[in-house]
T-cell receptor, first 111, second 112 residues
Framework: EAQVTQNPRYLITVTGKKLTVTCSQNMNHEYMSWYRQDPGLGLRQIYYSMNVEVTDKGDVPEGYKVSRKEKRNFPLILESPSPNQTSLYFC??????????FGPGTRLTVT | GENVEQHPSTLSVQEGDSAVIKCTYSDSASNYFPWYKQELGKGPQLIIDIRSNVGEKKDQRIAVTLNKTAKHFSLHITETQPEDSAVYFCAASTSNDYKLSFGAGTTVTVRA
């Protein structure tokens, strides 16, 4: 089954404790992206990657890092999480016709 | 950058009636307009999209229209059913660029 997977689905952590959210897709897509979703704001892009070793900032990149060492994986790294990064995070991958497919989401709470 | 506005923010319809959600965009270079449905606890799911070389696209009970001159596009759901209850997002992007700019979402409730 073609899909985007994320782990963990739920995470509660404390301020300053580094964490990584993994994302993997099995559709051989070159494009991958991370979004955060906050009430009333829709989805905002954090980082994206057009291909292996190629990443770029989206609209809200502050406090986040990403890496793209393999085509299928695109982890999101919060090196020093803060409470304002409490949000619902989605990973997405994009096909050749520019349609994007989203993962199930990771709900992060930073206390 | 692109700014997408979506209305209404909430929409309640009687089962069997139609639902219409409207979006406007600011960047005339945008030419790809997808719609996503997000059910509770799940990620957004692409339900239909339209490109700027067509004015309307239909898929069963769902249709999308695009007015490039006015820079707005709409989602139409006919014969609504309880399973249509969800949050719907519109988005816009330009060709050769995967970057999607999303509207704030519309919560649709279908009353039985």
């Amino acid at each position: 089954e073609a899909q985007v997977t994320q782990n963990p689905r739920y995470l509660i952590t404390v301020t300053g404790k580094k964490l990584t959210v993994t994302c993997s897709q099995n559709m051989n897509h070159e494009y991958m992206s991370w979004y955060r979703q906050d009430p009333g704001l829709g989805l905002r892009q954090i980082y994206y990657s057009m291909n292996v070793e190629v990443t770029d900032k989206g609209d809200v990149p502050e406090g986040y890092k990403v890496s793209r060492k393999e085509k299928r994986n695109f982890p999101l790294i919060l090196e020093s999480p803060s409470p304002n990064q409490t949000s619902l995070y989605f990973c997405a991958s994009g096909g050749s016709s520019y349609e994007q497919y989203f993962g199930p989401g990771t709900r992060l709470t930073v206390t | 950058g692109e700014n997408v506005e979506q209305h209404p923010s909430t929409l309640s319809v009687q089962e069997g009636d139609s639902a219409v959600i409207k979006c406007t965009y600011s960047d005339s270079a945008s030419n790809y307009f997808p719609w996503y449905k997000q059910e509770l606890g799940k990620g957004p799911q692409l339900i239909i999209d339209i490109r700027s070389n067509v004015g309307e696209k239909k898929d069963q009970r769902i249709a999308v229209t695009l007015n490039k001159t006015a820079k707005h596009f709409s989602l139409h759901i006919t014969e609504t059913q309880p399973e249509d209850s969800a949050v719907y997002f519109c988005a816009a992007s330009t060709s050769n660029d995967y970057k999607l700019s999303f509207g704030a979402g519309t919560t649709v409730t279908v009353r039985a």
